[in-house]
């Protein structure tokens, strides 16, 4: 575990020397500020459409975030030549995938964590209420999301020769998750025989991370998820995060290092 | 190795002709959607079958920047405002959407004639399998009403009506010769926010974006009689409705005086309560004959005129006084 968290703390410091939350932070403040300026028949109590764009924000850095930090992990140590020197300490390979994953999990979750602040306080800044636990339950679901996402991405990584290319591929496949998946048995009914059923099959083998995609009901004020199906969503969650990675250490253990 | 640039410029491309391809087709379903005359009009204007034009040299920073594909947006965030309406509630593409033709905003306004069938309540149909029934506790799955309080049933809270403003401005920015949602805006503005003075305006806008629009001339007109209890601008508002819909019905096709049909009916018979009001008993039962023609239910409007003229016939008949 020590190792894990060592391998970690290196991916979290590295968020912090990086650009790129930085960035994507400073532009949805920019663009929310904007947004809010704006004067709609003269009420200054038009909130949802700003709480809209920014949590559309806030999941676009997230993804981004998400699928590029875990995207270069072991390319660029192996680009570096450093993977092998890492692994040639008391470290296995199943610890360093591990410690790569968590590193870049944490990292998604302080990001969202700054993300989820900004948005509580600008979102109080006009409804004068802060519906914690709302927040608190969109903020974790978002994250298991995020770990799922990881996950995926650092097992592409080991799959696929360079960052970018898998990069783009998780891409195409969490955003037609996140619009189709939901809909896919609904199009499997429309097709012949063999498809249907591969169709069929992919529906229930993929991750919904549209499940885990609550905006709708944070933006308009709807109550709580029940906690046992928001518990339920975690362990769906975690379930997926486990087979994502048990996946990667399978190919990462077959891989040379130089 | 592919570079990596090679995927950035595909998918750009790939975006560019999505987006190409889209603003091509939107002016064609336009098209399709306009009448017989304007069609020829169209096409006589550009001297060949072409899909119609609309001109990007405005000024407008929107006909500069989308061109014709500002009304596919526009079409867009006025759905996005009837999805606010609903606290998020809405049928996607792959929902029965038979419920959702004609946008509850409008409907609620009661001056557009409503498409609407089916069960609005449950177009998410039964549950298809276990994915589908837990993914169900993620999203909204109630019909409510923002007007009637929202998912939190809050009559109070009705005022929270306000939040579909702004998509419906960006709609009349991006397609500014939408009736509708001049329409929509003003009644919302002036019903619940009671900002009357934004709804008249809104109204005056659309106005001059739509020059002769006998709908606007029918919501300024309610603007007019129930807001400032103006009874003689409301009358020369609706009169001029009623004249615009007169030179207007016959271009129509079958469709569009169905729904024309619907908003003379709300002329006359708005006419006729004003006239009632004013105790112009007469001239009433002449606007009550006149929604009779257009109305779908001539038999409810008859019990009014009934009512009318027993209510002249107690005013011209002289009392009969006892001798003692």
């Known amino acids: 575990m020590k190792n894990i968290l060592a391998v970690a703390g290196v991916v979290i410091k590295e968020l912090y020397r990086r650009k790129d939350f930085y960035v994507l932070f400073i532009v949805t403040i920019l663009i929310c500020v904007v947004m809010a300026s704006i004067n709609i028949y003269d009420d200054a109590h038009i909130v949802r459409y700003l709480k809209e764009i920014s949590l559309l924000l806030i999941w676009l850095s997230s993804l981004v975030i998400a699928v590029t930090t875990p995207a270069r992990q072991i390319p660029v140590e192996r680009e570096n030549r450093t993977l092998l020197p890492l692994l040639a300490k008391p470290l296995t390979r199943v610890q360093l995938i591990f410690g790569k994953f968590l590193g870049c999990w944490l990292v998604c979750g302080l990001a969202l964590l700054c993300f989820y602040v900004f948005f509580g306080a600008l979102s109080a800044s006009r409804e004068h209420h802060w519906p914690l636990l709302n927040y608190f339950q969109a903020a974790m679901l978002h994250w298991f999301m995020l770990g799922i996402i990881v996950a995926f991405t650092l097992l592409g990584s080991l799959v696929f020769a360079a960052p970018s290319s898998n990069s783009t591929i998780c891409f195409v496949i969490i955003g037609g998750i996140l619009f189709v998946g939901r809909h896919l048995d609904q199009v499997a009914m429309t097709l012949q025989a063999p498809v249907r059923t591969a169709v069929y099959c992919l529906y229930f083998a993929i991750p919904h991370l549209e499940l885990f995609d609550v905006r709708d009901l944070v933006i308009h004020n709807w109550p709580t998820i029940p906690w046992a199906y928001f518990c339920l969503a975690l362990l769906y969650a975690a379930f997926y995060m486990v087979v994502f990675l048990i996946a990667a250490c399978l190919v990462f253990r077959r891989k040379a290092i130089n | ?324």
């Not at chain 2, 003229?309 to 009392?319: A, C």
Request: charged share 25%.
């Open chain 2, 1 to 324: 190795m592919t570079p990596p640039r090679t995927y950035f410029l595909l998918l750009v491309a790939l975006l560019v002709f999505c987006f190409g391809l889209a603003a091509q087709l939107e002016p064609q379903f336009q098209l399709m959607r306009l009448n017989d005359d304007r069609q020829k009009w169209v096409v006589d204007l550009h001297g060949e079958s072409k899909p119609v034009r609309f001109s990007r040299a405005d000024g407008d920073i929107f006909n500069v920047v989308l061109g014709d594909s500002r009304r596919m947006f526009a079409n867009s965030f006025y759905v996005k405002a009837d999805e606010y309406y609903h606290s998020g509630y809405y049928p996607g593409m792959f929902d029965d959407n038979a419920a959702f033709q004609t946008a509850h905003m409008a409907e609620d306004t009661g001056a557009v004639n409503t498409k609407n069938h089916g069960d609005e309540h449950g177009f998410l149909g039964p549950t298809r399998n276990w994915i589908d029934a837990f993914g169900r506790h993620f999203f909204p799955d109630r019909h409510t009403h923002l007007d009637e309080g929202g998912p939190q049933d809050d009559l109070g809270g009705s005022q929270n009506v306000r939040e579909i403003l702004p998509w419906l401005k960006l709609s009349a920015d991006l397609d500014p010769d939408n009736v509708q949602t001049y329409i929509v805006t003003a009644f919302w503005l002036r019903q619940r926010m009671n900002n009357v003075k934004e709804a008249d305006a809104v109204l005056h806008e659309g106005l001059r974006n739509c020059p002769g629009s006998y709908d606007l001339f029918f919501e300024l007109g309610r603007l007019y009689y129930e807001s400032y209890h103006d009874r003689e601008r409301a009358r020369n508002v609706w009169e001029a409705g009623v004249q615009q819909w007169l030179k207007t019905y016959p271009k129509l096709n079958p469709e569009e005086q169905k729904d024309s049909r619907f908003v003379m009916e709300q002329l006359t018979t708005h006419l006729a309560k004003l006239e009632e009001d004013a105790g112009n008993l007469p001239k009433a039962i002449n606007w009550l004959q006149a929604a009779q023609k257009v109305s779908e239910t001539p038999d409810t409007i008859q019990v009014q005129v009934n009512r009318l003229k027993y209510k002249l016939g107690q005013e011209f008949t002289p009392l009969l006084k006892p001798l003692y």
